[in-house]
């Protein structure tokens, strides 16, 4: 958006873990390199500043605890782009007003919400039509590949999703997620574009981005109509109330604080972080207990 950023993050501490003492040191100088190329790309690191990182077991496991840490994600995130803007603007000081704010995805239920709240933001904040004319959204990035290669025509996107053609959206966990198909475990991606191969969604991404250009039509036209009966399995699947899904798209970031989920969901999380209670009025996602 014009003034802030939306994104829905997913730690992985598991992929971290399975990279060697090498990668770790590596993809940290890479992150904050001691010295920089005539371009301002990190140099390539030399053998005692990898030393420095891998010979030294507490800073190592700092390091390589930082790098699946969602804190210091954002840390590196909002410092380059307000770097990048106060060398633009020509001035010095602070660029973002304060800290980010997080709410835990507790279930996927609220994943699913959450992933077509963000995607629908320019549509809508009225800054576009369409999922497609919708700039700077991982929505729009899936359909630029798609539109591509004709993956959207396929029976599924699962295998393509996977591979490295994906110019536009490679750097995105891929949608789908398969426990017969995808092997256990981090899945690792060598491609160095995102963490792993593993899915978030039982949907795939036809799927996906068929409730989401629905879901846009109706915040677009303000009348919300019956949902497509092939669209319905969807959200039943995942133990979504029908009736209420453009309401909780519409509402998320209001209706959800610190944690987002069934009201199960979040009366554990309230428990784990020893509180009596998280706010959520009502039941907004509509999920009974199975």
């Known amino acids: 958006m014009s003034s802030h950023a939306h994104l829905v993050l997913r730690s992985r501490p598991d992929v971290v873990a399975a990279w060697s003492d090498d990668e770790v040191a590596r993809r940290w100088l890479r992150l904050f390199p001691k010295r920089r190329n005539q ?18 077991p507490e800073v190592l496991a700092e390091r390589q605890r930082r790098l699946s840490d969602v804190s210091w994600y954002m840390r590196c995130l909002a410092e380059n782009i307000a770097r ?16 980010f704010r997080a709410q835990l995805l507790l279930d996927e239920a609220s994943l699913l919400a959450c992933a077509a709240y963000v995607d629908l933001n320019p549509i809508r904040a009225a800054m576009a039509e369409t999922p ?13 590949d798609c539109r591509q290669s004709g993956s959207r025509k396929r029976e599924s996107t699962h295998d393509w999703e996977r591979g490295r053609g994906r110019r536009h959206s490679g750097w995105m966990s891929p949608m789908e997620i398969d426990e017969q198909r995808d092997p256990v475990g981090p899945n690792l991606d060598d491609s160095g574009r995102r963490g792993s191969l593993k ?27 019956s949902i497509p009966e092939h669209l319905q399995p969807i959200l039943t699947r995942i133990g979504l109330d029908t009736h209420g899904w453009c309401d909780i798209v519409l509402k998320f970031g209001r209706v959800f604080r610190r944690a987002a989920g069934s ?12 509180q009596n209670w998280l706010c959520a009025p009502g039941n907004p996602l509509g999920i009974s207990s199975v």
């Open 39 to 56: 371009d301002g790309s990190p140099a390539e690191p030399t053998i005692p500043e990898l030393d420095m990182i891998r010979n030294c």
């Open 263 to 274: 009201p199960e969901h979040l009366a554990e999380e309230a428990v784990r972080r020893d």
């Open 84 to 99: 990048r803007s106060n060398a633009e603007d020509e001035v010095r000081g602070h660029f973002f007003e304060g800290r």
């Open 132 to 144: 497609e004319t919708s700039d700077f959204t991982g929505a729009k990035d899936r359909i630029d």
């Open 199 to 225: 899915g978030f969604l039982s949907v795939s991404l036809e799927r996906y981005l068929e409730l989401l250009d629905w879901t846009g039509r109706q915040i677009r036209s303000d009348k919300v109509g």
